[in-house]
């Protein structure tokens, strides 16, 4: 499939003003460009149209071209082989798959590009909302900006290792930014998180899809769990005290229905903390592909009449799965056979239209799925197949999905205290996490655990949320081989800087090995 859809995500968005991106956040007044409407500076009520772009933007994280792509085709759980004449587009899938990018690689300088805008934009608003008097809620919505900026500049630090930074009230854009190393940025993040997470509201306080606290202390989390990596320097007990507040609260729960949470009309969803809002009523843009990307040319259902037949699972990861007690929830679900003829979860085998015909490929060969694919040249039918997303088959606009996207759940954060109480020797506590989440998966609970297996827990349960890169990085297995993808060097752990980013920012140094 040649992927013209990336034409936006290559313009240089390095430091934008422009935030008028439509939103559905719950916050439903205007969007203004402040460049075009300089009333917007002069009336308090306008403030919203200015925390709007900030949350706009997140919809752009989870394209599979750009941030989610990265997470997800880098690893053992995604890739996106080429077939016949498809899928080849320069190479860049086959580069994600073997770790061989370069700093003018797309997918690197769109992750890039989306991740340097939401900072921006957090300052943007920032700096009008600062103009108005001090309230209330202008003072709430300066803070949820302030963890969104946040959020950016740990993506920003987790994939580049280097992070432009300017504070909100520098306006002279003809200096270029400072640059943060990694050891800054995390301590960085540490500082304004501390700071800003008793200012935040809890679930019961704030409208759905806005950041919560729980939103700030689970990225906290993240941050401590993640901090050997970054600077060489373990947290493990600070992670275990942020999980244990996000747990404690009680605001949120470990669903019993794991397929419930992955429909498309799934707002409120009891294990949501963090959430990116979508609505297919609406043109909303970014984020919209989930189903087109992977399904077969001939799976069509509903109003899903283009589908290009792209990225699947690896055999690697197929094969790590424990089936002899977990196939039946995580793995599979049916309840959307009767309207799309799928089931959710991995499409293994012979696939069926809604009436129950048996499908066959273009060549007239049944349509199959099987786990072997061959990266380089792969026949229609190789590669399993994934659908954690439930498409809404009546949809009028079937490349911007309505499913709301998680980017934090109660169910990650089990996980992640479970690994750093392993990590930290309390292996009881962490066997106590790990089956509060398999004794609501219907899996048989664990009467021991090693490390191996909480990082084989995160991939039952958190296949393609955008999580297996970092996983595999802290578990150490991201330079390894796997499904015809050799062995790679440590630099690679680390994305490139783009090379269009280092020649705007003289601040800005190419991470050693490219």
């Known amino acids: 499939m040649k992927i013209l859809k990336m034409k936006f995500l290559y313009k240089v968005l390095f430091i934008t003003m422009a935030i008028a991106i439509a939103s559905c956040t719950k916050l439903d007044e205007k969007i203004f460009d402040e460049v075009l409407d300089t009333s917007l500076i002069d009336d308090p009520a306008n403030a919203p149209g200015l925390v709007n772009p900030v949350y706009a933007n997140l919809r752009l994280l989870n394209e599979f071209w750009g941030t989610w792509g990265l997470q997800e085709a880098t690893t053992d759980e995604a890739m996106f082989p080429t077939r016949g004449t498809d899928w080849y587009d320069n190479g860049i899938w086959q580069q994600d798959h073997l770790q061989t990018w370069s700093a003018d690689h797309g997918h690197v300088g769109g992750a890039w590009n989306v991740t340097l805008q939401g900072i921006s934009r957090a300052n943007t608003g920032i700096y009008y909302l600062k103009q108005f008097p ?35 009230d520098e306006t002279n854009y003809s200096i270029a930014p400072i640059v943060m190393d990694r050891a800054e940025a995390t301590q960085w993040l540490i500082t304004e998180l501390t700071e800003i997470i008793p200012l935040m509201k809890t679930k019961a306080q704030i409208p759905y899809g806005r950041a919560s606290k729980a939103a700030a202390q689970t990225l906290l989390a993240k941050i401590y769990l993640n901090k050997e990596v970054y600077v060489g320097t373990a947290a ?69 009449t283009s589908l290009w037949n792209g990225g699947c699972i690896t055999k690697t990861f197929w094969e790590s799965w424990d089936n002899t007690d977990d196939a039946d929830v995580r793995k599979y679900d049916d309840r959307i056979r009767p309207t799309t003829g799928l089931n959710q979860g991995f499409l293994v085998g012979q696939q069926h239209s809604i009436d129950g015909t048996a499908l066959e490929t273009r060549d007239g060969s049944p349509l199959v799925f099987v786990a072997e694919v061959n990266l380089a040249s792969a026949g229609e039918a190789e590669g399993i197949r994934c659908i954690k997303y439930a498409p809404n088959p009546q949809t009028t606009r079937q490349f911007d999905a309505g499913n709301d996207f998680y980017a934090f759940r109660i169910s990650d954060v089990y996980l992640m205290r479970a690994e750093a109480k392993f990590r930290s020797g309390d292996v009881g506590g962490a066997l106590d996490d790990v089956n509060a989440i398999r004794s609501k998966r219907n899996a048989t609970e664990r009467t021991s655990l090693t490390i191996e297996d909480i990082y084989d827990e995160r991939g039952y349960e958190l296949y393609w949320e955008g999580k297996r890169r970092q996983d595999m990085i802290r578990f150490g297995h991201f330079t390894d081989a796997f499904s015809e993808k050799p062995a790679t060097p440590a630099h690679v752990r680390i994305f490139p800087i783009p ?9 800005l140094v190419q991470n050693p090995g490219y």
């Open 236 to 304: 493990w007990n600070d992670a275990i005290g942020q999980c244990d507040a996000v747990i404690n609260s009680g605001d949120y729960t470990i669903t019993s229905d794991y397929w419930s949470q992955f429909q498309y009309d799934n707002p409120n969803a009891e294990e949501s903390i963090f959430t990116f809002i979508r609505n297919d009523n609406y043109d909303l843009g970014g984020g919209g592909v989930w189903v087109n990307f992977t399904l077969h040319y001939h799976q069509t259902f509903g109003n899903y």
């Open 499 to 507: 090379q269009s980013a280092l020649d705007v920012n003289p601040n």
């Open 134 to 168: 001090s309230t209330v809620e202008i003072d709430g919505y300066i803070v949820e900006l302030r963890f969104l900026k946040a959020y950016y500049v740990y993506l920003c630090n987790d994939f580049y290792g280097q992070t432009p930074y300017r504070a909100w």
